[in-house]
């Protein structure tokens, strides 16, 4: 069967209320930021708080009012009406380790899918007082203004973002010191954060381990709109069900020889 075709242009009504969801969601976070409260393990040992639940909860019942033709599927909680054309895919909190620590580097990640494809992306940082909007059709925004990558031809001279070493396992790991080995500076602890940076022309390169799609699938229309690439370790454009490893690139020439570290094929 022929592959269901997605719309050209996110309408700008759902551009709009995402950023109602936003800020939504991030004054409901911020009620909670640097404040006592309780951090329960799942049994991936990920930490979540009151503050994930309640403002997944929040979005949920925003979007039910909306749009109640629109599937919901969210990071705590079981998917509503999952196979509906369009559907939300929410991330209250983003970098959870970071929120529980008292660091602003958390965000919050919202999707909006036509046909399980992304057209719509937000990174929205509320202790930054940040926001990325990335919507298929449009210019990727930062904070209202277009976002555009900067040119880096060489590897060497790159800035390499990432969550941290520790998402990688194995092999993985030691494929991701040596892409390491061969930028220019390393930085960790970025989260989300880091994809917004991609965008708005800050770094260069941007490798994580164990992502899912809520994690990922945002971060596609905010770095294309860029002008931005992100493929999996393989080169394959990501889309649902895609491997759990991401790398994204603000100047194309930049993904061979980033690849070329990363490959978990490559001779070792």
Not at 88 to 105: H, K, S
Not at 177 to 199: K, P, Q, T, W
Request: with cysteine; aromatic share 8%.
């Amino acid at each position: 069967m022929p592959e269901t075709s997605i719309i050209e242009r996110c309408p700008d009504e759902f551009i709009a209320f995402a950023a109602e969801l936003a800020n939504a969601n991030g004054r409901h976070a911020l009620g909670y930021f640097q404040t006592p409260f309780e951090v329960i393990h799942k049994a991936d040992n990920s930490p979540v708080t009151v503050a994930d639940k309640d403002g997944e909860e929040l979005m949920r019942q925003m979007i039910r009012e909306a749009w109640p033709a629109h599937g919901i599927m969210g990071e705590e909680f079981p998917p509503e009406g999952e196979d509906a054309d369009y559907v939300w895919l929410l991330d209250p909190i983003d970098g959870t380790a970071a929120f529980v620590a008292g660091m602003p580097m958390f965000g919050m990640l919202i999707t909006l899918l036509h046909h399980r494809r992304p057209i719509l992306g937000v990174i929205d940082h509320p202790a930054l007082r940040q926001r990325w909007i990335g919507a298929r059709g449009h210019a990727t925004l930062f904070d209202g203004k277009p976002a555009k990558v900067r040119s880096c031809a060489h590897i060497e001279n790159a800035v390499l973002l990432c969550a941290g070493p520790n998402y990688f396992f194995g092999a993985d790991r030691d494929r991701f010191m040596a892409l390491s080995d061969r930028v220019r500076i390393v930085n960790y602890g970025g989260f989300a954060y880091s994809y917004g940076l991609l965008a708005a022309g800050h770094c260069d390169i941007v490798v994580d381990g164990g992502m899912k799609p809520h994690d990922y699938m945002p971060m596609l229309p905010i770095v294309e709109g860029g002008g931005g690439r992100i493929t999996d370790w393989h080169g394959e454009s990501m889309g649902w069900g895609s491997m759990e490893e991401v790398v994204v690139v603000g100047d194309h020439t930049l993904l061979d020889p980033t690849l070329d570290a990363l490959r978990p094929d490559r001779p070792r």
